[in-house]
């Protein structure tokens, strides 16, 4: 896909648009990652998101960047998946990306960490909050027939009222290496096994922040069989989280049920939280 390809597509969607020129870099450091940028227009921040040209496979990358603009455009909202571009950003004749919203509280990992040290914050109603969140989040895809492949902390982030935001919603075949699922290479046209990743994926965001911390905030590069916890949680979200990241996927609950062991889980948790307060 060759840039005025790309420009004609997005387009379509009808999206109000800018010139890049108006865009405001907001600090000296202004990459968040590869292809991400923090800007600011008219005093409010944004995320700038364009499609990756420093690979040797551009064209790929554009396609993949439609694709991801095109499923944020056409999903029907949910309150824990990123809303669509607000503006496409245009230099010359082109359309050079999007603006996304920018949520202050940044990626789950790092504000989990944030969290953990806080005295009055029960960090277990966050992280069973956390994931019934994501979960429902997953379970919205799933029943509109998409899979989110690649799930992992740094893929979410968190609102100004503390809830989980699902991003990056390229939905692609590749995985976070340390997140791979066992039986990843073998299931990419399984729908029930599409499932059961997904699944695994919840599980290991959910395990990866219950163990991130300041001196260990990458628990998952650890060579301990995973999951470990050098962190307590509490025990039945313990139960959950290995049942969750069963080696075989017919082993882990499909999406329904995980997500009523967890809100039975996290109400029983809650009372005994009120009982002990």
């Not at 799933?142 to 919603?169: F, P, Q, W």
């Not at 290995?242 to 889980?265: D, H, N, S, V, Y």
């Amino acid at each position: 896909m060759d840039k005025s390809l790309l420009t004609r597509l997005l387009a379509k969607f009808e999206l109000p648009s800018i010139q890049e020129d108006a865009l405001e870099r907001v600090t000296s450091s202004t990459f968040l990652s590869g292809c991400t940028r923090l800007v600011a227009l008219e005093g409010e921040k944004w995320i700038y998101k364009w499609p990756d040209e420093e690979t040797n496979d551009t064209r790929t990358r554009r396609r993949e960047f439609f694709f991801e603009c095109e499923r944020l455009c056409n999903l029907r909202p949910h309150p824990n998946i990123l809303e669509p571009p607000a503006f496409l950003v245009w230099k010359g004749e082109f359309i050079e990306g999007v603006l996304l919203r920018f949520h202050n509280n940044g990626n789950l990992r790092l504000f989990a960490i944030r969290q953990r040290c806080k005295p009055k914050i029960d960090f277990g109603v966050l992280l069973f909050c956390w994931a019934r969140e994501l979960l429902r989040a997953l379970q919205h895809l799933y029943k509109l027939g998409l899979t989110y492949r690649n799930l992992k902390a740094d893929n979410c982030v968190v609102a100004e009222d503390s809830h989980l935001i699902l991003i990056d919603m390229d939905l692609s075949h590749h995985c976070n290496p340390y997140a791979k699922p066992p039986e990843f290479n073998k299931c990419r046209r399984k729908r029930i096994q599409d499932e059961r990743v997904m699944v695994w994926g919840m599980h290991w965001v959910i395990w990866q922040i219950s163990q991130a911390t300041e001196k260990n905030p990458w628990p998952e590069r650890s060579e301990k069989q995973i999951p470990y916890f050098e962190e307590p949680v509490p025990a039945a979200m313990e139960l959950l989280l290995r049942k969750g990241l069963q080696k075989i996927p017919e082993q882990r609950p499909p999406l329904e049920e995980a997500i009523k062991e967890w809100e039975a889980a996290m109400i029983q948790y809650n009372q005994s939280a009120l009982l002990m307060s």
